[in-house]
């Protein structure tokens, strides 16, 4: 017969079990996410904002590193294209939301309400490039934020983007190297300002940082995918775009 002390002590002994138990699995989770962290931001992390760069290509200078020498967050990512660089060009300069899209996953762009419709023709009237000309990201926010200028540009070499009235905030670099007379290197580069505070910090490059790689990546498939079939066709179709018009 169980006398009184010894259940006492049975259910003290259960109890530190118990509070033992979820110590353990709690010191389980919480290693196991750090792991993650830890991976994400070792392995995968310089995968995503780097994709298709070679490590030279990370380290090279770019037109517009001026602009933002010291940035929070850079991501350099690269495409070949089985096109000259004069077929590659027209996409860049049609950039922007008013124009020819961003060439990436339009249904991703339209799901929050940016009003994206990508192009699949060279617009003559959409070719007119010049420093200051100012391009949107979207069609619903109207902050400062949602456009970018034309800083600099040397045509079917390089195109500089920046935000106009926070220059130092956002500076978006693309750079076209020939490989040969029938193949181009495309390199984007996205230069950013980050929060002051650490917290802020950490979450806006949690958030942000798989959403613009991955619809960067969309975008080099889609310039690239456009360039080629204007190479292969040996013109340009021109013209406005239906879907855009009236």
Do not use: C
Not at 142 to 159: N, R, W
Request: glycine fraction near 8%; aromatic fraction near 8%.
């Amino acid at each position: 017969m169980t006398t009184a002390p010894e259940n006492d002590q049975l259910e003290s002994v259960n109890t530190a079990s118990t509070t033992m138990g979820r110590w353990r699995r709690r010191v389980g989770w919480t290693t196991g996410v750090a792991l993650l962290v830890a991976a994400y931001w070792k392995f995968l992390r310089p995968r995503m904002l780097n994709w298709g760069a070679t490590p030279a290509e990370i380290a090279r200078p770019f037109p517009g590193d001026d602009l933002l020498p010291d940035p929070g967050a850079e991501s350099t990512m690269a495409v070949d294209i089985s096109a000259p660089p004069d077929d590659v060009w027209p996409w860049l300069v049609q950039l922007g939301q008013e124009q020819g899209g961003f060439y990436s996953y339009e249904w991703a762009e339209n799901l929050v309400g940016l009003d994206i419709h990508n192009a699949d023709r060279i617009v003559p009237e959409w070719q007119d490039l010049a420093v200051g000309n100012r391009i949107r990201l979207g069609g619903g926010d109207q902050s400062a934020y949602a456009t970018l200028e034309v800083a600099e540009f040397d045509p079917e070499e390089s195109l500089v983007l920046r935000t106009p009235d926070d220059p130092t905030w956002w500076v978006w670099s693309f750079v076209l190297d020939p490989v040969d007379e029938t193949t181009t290197r495309l390199l984007v580069r996205s230069r950013i300002r980050l929060p002051e505070n650490p917290v802020v910090r950490i979450a806006s490059i949690t958030a942000l940082d798989p959403v613009s790689s991955l619809m960067t990546y969309g975008m080099l498939q889609g310039i690239r995918d456009r360039a080629e079939r204007l190479a292969r066709t040996g013109r340009a179709t021109t013209g406005i775009d239906p879907s855009r018009a009236g």
